[in-house]
């Protein structure tokens, strides 16, 4: 019968190795958020209506 041996890996090595590396998603996401906020923000609203519009019809959503 063959015999396991532990493995060698330790949680240590499942952890991000540093903070940055922890605290990029966060970032990413954050940029994205100012950035849709900032388009949304200074976008016309017949645009957004549109956008809006054009998003319920991708859903199969009647809105007429």
């Not at 396991?4 to 952890?15: A, G, H, K, M």
């Not at 100012?34 to 519009?53: L, N, P």
Request: proline share 8%; charged share 10%.
């Amino acid at each position: 019968m063959p015999t396991s041996t532990p493995s060698t890996s330790s949680d240590s090595q499942l952890r991000p190795r540093s903070r940055a590396a922890a605290l990029w998603p966060a970032l990413v996401a954050a940029v994205l958020g100012v950035v849709i906020v900032y388009v949304v923000g200074f976008a016309g609203a017949h645009t957004i209506h549109e956008a809006a519009h054009d998003a319920r019809h991708s859903l199969n959503f009647p809105c007429h």
